[in-house]
């Protein structure tokens, strides 16, 4: 924030509002200085992933070993579609990680970012079908990959042997800004 708008971190306020209670202290995050910026955060043993944007935007963050792998884990996030691919994949590839989880969990922090973007609900998560989106290359230890199709676009994350994965969401109308602040070397 401070990056963005020049304004020391100190001065910086950021509050909740959740609309869903219709009450302050939880919820989505904001700037009551500068409500035309989106924020996004998520934390989890230790990591943490934030983000601050001129359009709405939606961080998550997990780490591998705090996703089940019990059925009905993969059954309440993931739609019809993705369970087919899902029930498709090998209980675990060459370097003995479980490809099912790996794929659960990669939908599983994409929609949880989608969901702090306000584009989905926590329970209608298996609602959701992002079975068009690529199917990240797990042989690739630390990757950022931008991902479009759906109605959101997203850049998918994993870091250090795949322990830790990461989505940054954004509705898919707006791409076009975030491909020209990258063409003209702002960093989005
Ligand atoms: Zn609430």
Not at 165 to 179: C, D, N, S
Request: aromatic residues 8%; proline residues 5%; glycine residues 8%.
């Amino acid at each position: 924030m401070g990056k963005v708008t020049g304004l020391p971190p100190a001065r910086v306020s950021i509050e909740q509002f959740c609309v869903d209670c219709n009450r302050p202290g939880h919820g989505k995050p904001f700037f009551p200085s500068h409500p035309e910026l989106s924020v996004s955060w998520s934390h989890q043993n230790g990591i943490v992933m934030a983000a601050v944007s001129t359009f709405d935007i939606g961080v998550d963050v997990e780490t591998l070993g705090s996703i089940p792998v019990d059925s009905d884990f993969s059954e309440n996030v993931l739609c019809d579609a993705e369970l087919e691919i899902f029930n498709k994949l090998p209980a675990t590839s060459s370097d003995g990680a479980s490809l099912k989880q790996l794929y659960v969990a990669r939908q599983w922090v994409r929609k949880e970012a989608i969901v702090k973007l306000g584009g989905c609900s926590l329970d209608r998560l298996s609602k959701l079908d992002l079975g068009e989106l690529y199917f990240p290359d797990f042989s690739l230890d630390t990757f950022q990959r931008i991902n479009s199709g759906c109605d959101y676009a997203m850049i998918d994350i994993s870091i250090v042997n795949r322990v830790c994965l990461g989505a940054l969401v954004w509705r898919g109308e707006t791409q076009g800004i975030l491909l020209s602040a990258t063409k003209e070397g702002r960093n989005p």
